[in-house]
């Protein structure tokens, strides 16, 4: 990706707001990578703070943030206290000239979830959702272009039936068409909310053209608890981690729940053609694999797939870390490890073909884990307090979805209370003094 080569949409952002960053933003063809509540371009991320008021671009090159605001002379105020109830669409309240600035509004009108950015335009399935007829779904996706002027591309709603609720998990662009996973659940009676019955839910990949806004059902997946994550689009398929559970029980308590959903939840990295809708297994190893003994991790680097492979009892300690080079379609690297459940550091993500980021779910710590030595190296800042920090300590909350880009990104909450966000890189993390960065500001 050329450095040099500037979205218009960022640099006419930066020219407003005066200033230069050393970073530019995702090209075109190049999509952005959604992570929890960060979406990553190519030398910074958008994200929105806690209380979702603005929109932000940070470019962590320069350490310089920036409301995603193209208006001239904006005050980039929230908005807050707007009744969103007094537009009757979306494109009325983003092109409205009295409302606050766009990044009020695309923070306001739509979920970070449900947006991506490409070829300078901005794609978004709003949250709020004007009324739709009774037994019907309206799921509208929009682009906002550089100026501003918000139109409707599409109405997904035709693609689910009026007794089911359609909500945005994850959404990425390419060559021309978005690519979105949906959660579908059905609407409960108030008998069947009452009871203690576990219903399935569905999760589909929609593909729809950014230009006609025509749509298909690339794959579809049931089950009582489904959960999807993309890890991009490489060669033309579209890579995944799906994990699924059936079987469940009603539990007495929601530890119980959760305990029975972990039981019994299935991993499979899978890949979908995004041409001909062919399903894709890049590792027969890598499919249906059960959570019961310890966590399963993936993630790209490089357009490497880095898994591990967990044994399945305590009494088999050999592990396995495979990569899988997804443009050449082949096994790079494979190697038995060692996995001793006695340190509780759980993998986190690859820093090199041998180190990764492990994480300690009973102290909140974090570590450096070279798997071929075993040896494991304390990293020295607080990592989750699992009791809640009580009001004394600052800690962090890091999730393993935010581990798929460099730099990695996680919540730093305070011991008053308030939660930043802050970033530290891979290059600090295998350096003498690593540091943690704070991006949002208190």
């Given amino acids: 990706m050329n450095r040099k080569k500037i979205g218009l949409w960022l640099l006419v952002l930066v020219m407003l707001c005066g200033i230069m960053p050393g970073a530019g933003a995702e090209q075109p063809g190049s999509p952005a990578i959604s992570a929890g509540d960060v979406k990553y371009l190519q030398d910074g991320f958008l994200y929105e703070p806690g209380d979702r008021s603005l929109v932000y671009y ?9 409301p995603l605001c193209t208006r001239p002379n904006c005050d980039h105020q929230p908005l807050i206290g707007v009744d969103l109830f007094t537009y009757e669409t979306v494109p009325e309240l983003m092109n409205d000239k009295q409302s606050s600035c766009y990044a009020a509004k695309f923070a306001f009108a739509s979920d970070l ?57 994850e959404t ?26 576990v219903f399935p839910e569905e999760i589909q990949l929609i593909k729809c053209s950014m230009v006609t806004g025509e749509s298909s059902v690339l794959e579809s997946f ?54 001909t809708g062919e399903r894709v297994i890049p590792d027969q190893r890598l499919c249906d694999r059960n959570l019961n003994h310890g966590e399963c991790f993936d993630i790209v680097k490089d357009e490497i797939l880095y898994s591990i492979v967990l044994p399945e009892s305590e009494e088999d300690p050999a592990a396995l870390f495979l990569g899988y080079n997804l443009e050449t379609h082949e096994n790079v690297l494979e190697y038995t490890f060692m996995y ?42 607080p990592g989750a307090c699992s009791d809640g920090n009580d009001g004394q300590t600052d800690w962090y909350d890091m999730f393993v979805k935010y581990f798929q880009t460099n730099p990695l990104v996680f919540d730093h909450c305070y011991s008053d209370g308030t939660v930043d966000k802050a970033y530290i890189s891979a290059e600090e993390l295998l350096g003498d003094d690593p540091q943690v960065h704070d991006f949002i500001g208190r």
Avoid: H, W
């Fill in 58 to 66: 940070y470019d962590y090159g320069s350490g310089l943030r920036m």
């Fill in 340 to 381: 001793d459940y006695g340190t509780d550091f759980f993998p986190y993500r690859v820093l090199t073909d041998e180190i990764m980021l492990a994480f300690n779910y009973e102290t909140g710590t974090f570590a450096l884990r070279n798997l071929k030595s075993g040896e494991i190296i304390p990293l020295p800042f």
């Fill in 222 to 275: 049931c089950a009582q608890s489904c959960e999807l994550d993309f890890f991009g689009l490489f060669d033309g398929i579209l890579y995944f981690k799906l994990s699924t559970a059936d079987g469940m029980a009603p539990g007495q308590t929601q530890l119980d729940y959760m305990r029975d959903i972990r039981s019994k939840t299935r991993y499979s990295v899978l890949g979908i053609n995004v041409k």
């Fill in 113 to 169: 979830y449900g947006y991506t950015l490409y070829d300078n335009k901005l794609y978004f399935f709003p949250s709020f959702c004007p009324g739709a007829e009774p037994g019907t779904n309206t799921v509208p996706l929009y682009v906002s272009e550089v100026d501003g002027e918000t139109r409707l591309i599409t109405d997904l709603g035709y693609l689910f039936p009026g007794n089911v609720e359609p909500e945005v998990m």
């Fill in 172 to 197: 990425t662009a390419y060559d021309g068409y978005l690519y979105t996973a949906f959660r579908v659940r059905r609407i409960l009676s108030p008998e069947e909310a009452e009871s203690e019955e």
